[in-house]
């Protein structure tokens, strides 16, 4: 598990843009889970962090001075490639531009953004709910479980959410979700998803890994979807084996389909996804909590948080340039 | 692991068929893995077998008494529901028309029957393989892997063959299998899928589970199918967990399926599988070892025989009654 000095902040001159980059200011920095993965020694999608490196993230961010044709002062873009920082240079690519018609700014790193088109993607794409499935989700109040878990809902679904406190599960039952379960708290995992299953488990929407996922696999309905999405549970150990029980018999007694998911497969189905989640928030069907932690200096507080699942809802850094912005 | 003594023969009166049954006598029982999960306390596809009950089996059976309008004696049938025993009384459903001209007799319970057809549906309608890919299969020798590698090899793939002794990779290699690994003898199962799979396994056909699974899971290509048709390594410990590494973080990182297979659930494909396996055999691009062994009496034997990977291929029972048929 990553501890707090594992970082630290240098300061720098600002950058200034070449021809075809501009310089944008951060307003909101992402934090997310696949950060973990980053700074692993292990083989992940990405190329790892090395030592002195720096961190990799997302944010929404201003354009402050532009040497490019297609980005002017005032412009607002969403972009993977910020890192964590307050200040960074950038020529354009593989952005999307910010329309605070459709969502307020913060929204494009949310529900509007990766976490929103991952829910929707996995969802949709992978698992193919049909009316009166049983979808359980773990990390179900986190950014990606809040949007899953509605859209679930509004495809005709009973929607299960698994998240480890009792505010957390009050905040699911606000959003729609069916039933809940506290993975804290919980004496018997497997017994209770069979309870608040009694049918099994359709899709399962995996957020954590671990022993929910242990439960999970132990309740599958036949032709069971199970969605890798996350593996947050396994940050302690992220380096070595995980080890415990396997579900080969169960996989294949349910004929289950197990699948990993990482959205930047799924570009084709990007505009379509943000439509509908806009289309959803706009009819007031959707609703969206977001954790806002003032100041670029609390990155590893902010990462640290999500990792010990202390965060509630979408976790974010707001810096001093975002002042003033409607939440 | 079952024993001999797990078993007895019981003596009793042929029994007579009722109007719309026939009587049936065995010429080819059939011995299959999934047998092991039948006498399992553990939930399975199918109900358990109670002690003292008939074990449940298929057959090449000839008609030789008929009160049913659509049977005659001198029909030849195969069917999954005729147990381990010489005679059964049979309604007809269900069943299949052995016709002798399409392949011999025994060949319905082989290549033209269940396991040729499981074959055809877990890699066609599961695997999909794509020309080049790489598919490495488990028990590649035996009843299912003989003929999803020369399907495999037909789609223009690479295969790979995973068997348990020198003579069986011998065998393989003559089926067509590129490349060959011996998994009793290996001491580095991981780096030698490795070196065989330079580019990563596309296609994972698991007829086994065990180590060979988990060997194939840590050499993941991107958007691998692992295709879970049998667990037969883990025979042994049916009715325990089966705990070791499990491997969430690679099916994430390569998005990689896993999918249990049941050959029941692919009916509509069974025409299609058994005129294309039929096909590839006339025209000798088809070729398969059946295992024979004598008498009902040996039947334990032939399945332990199985169950301890010493079968050279399908491993069949022929009755007396098959006696002059072609092999």
Same mark, same amino acid.
């Given at each position: 598990m990553p501890e707090p000095n &594992?970082? *630290?902040? /240098? %300061?720098?001159q600002i950058p200034r843009p070449d021809t075809n980059q501009f310089l944008a200011r951060a307003l909101y920095l992402s934090v997310d889970p696949y950060m973990r993965g980053r700074i692993s020694a292990k083989q992940g999608y990405a190329k790892g962090v090395e030592i002195g490196d720096l961190m990799p993230g997302g944010a929404v961010a201003e354009v402050i /001075?532009?040497? *490019?044709p297609n980005f002017r002062e005032g412009d607002l873009i969403e972009t993977i490639q910020f890192g964590w920082?307050?200040?960074?240079? =950038? &020529? +354009?690519? +593989? =952005?999307?531009?910010?329309?605070?018609?459709?969502g307020p700014a913060h929204a494009w790193l949310s529900y509007l953004g990766m976490p929103g088109i991952t829910a929707w993607c996995a969802l949709n794409n992978i698992g193919q709910p049909k009316f009166g499935e049983t979808v359980l989700i773990s990390a179900a109040s986190g950014a990606v479980g809040q949007v899953a878990g509605q859209i679930a809902k509004n495809k005709g679904c009973r929607a299960i959410a698994v998240a480890s406190s009792e505010e957390k599960l009050k905040w699911c039952k606000n959003l729609g979700y069916d039933r809940g379960v506290n993975y804290r708290t919980s004496n018997d995992l497997v017994r209770e998803f069979a309870e608040v299953c009694p049918n099994g488990i359709d899709i399962y929407f995996d &957020?954590?890994?671990g022993i929910i996922h242990d439960a999970a696999?132990? &309740? =599958?309905? =036949? +032709?069971?979807?199970?969605?890798?999405? +996350?593996?947050?549970?396994?940050? /302690? %150990?992220?380096? /070595?084996p995980d080890m415990g029980e396997r579900f080969l018999r169960q996989i294949l007694v349910s004929r289950a389909k197990v699948q990993g998911f990482l959205v930047f497969d799924h570009l084709d189905s990007y505009p379509e996804a943000r439509r509908s989640i806009a289309n959803l928030h706009n009819k007031g069907e959707l609703k969206f909590k977001t954790d806002f932690m003032d100041g670029l200096e609390n990155m590893p507080a902010a990462f640290l948080k999500l990792l010990h699942a202390q965060n509630m809802g979408k976790q974010l850094i707001r810096t001093e340039f975002a002042e003033g912005l409607p939440e």
């Open positions: &594992n970082w *630290h902040m /240098e %300061k720098a /001075e532009s040497k *490019h920082q307050d200040y960074s240079v =950038l &020529n +354009g690519d +593989g =952005l999307t531009r910010v329309d605070v018609s459709i &957020n954590t890994a696999m132990q &309740n =599958l309905a =036949l +032709g069971a979807r199970v969605i890798i999405v +996350g593996t947050i549970s396994l940050a /302690e %150990k992220f380096d /070595e």
